[in-house]
């Protein structure tokens, strides 16, 4: 799995009518190291300035 999110805030709402373009939560490094280590498997992270990716994968 690939996750690729925003690492600042980044508050936006509704994008043309479409509600589910809002962001409705703000993550940081910290939920996604927790989130996806809670998991198991194998994580490996890269963090820029303003973007942060995780690849996750069950197997170790």
């Not at 939920?31 to 197997?59: F, K, P, Y």
Request: no cysteine; hydrophobic share 40%.
């Amino acid at each position: 799995m690939l996750v690729s999110v925003p690492i600042v805030e980044s508050v936006q709402g509704e994008v043309g009518g479409n509600p589910h373009e809002a962001h409705v939560h703000q993550w940081d490094t910290g939920d996604m190291d927790q989130m996806l280590g809670s998991l198991g498997g194998n994580v490996e992270a890269m963090r820029g300035g303003t973007l942060g990716v995780w690849w996750w994968s069950r197997h170790r």
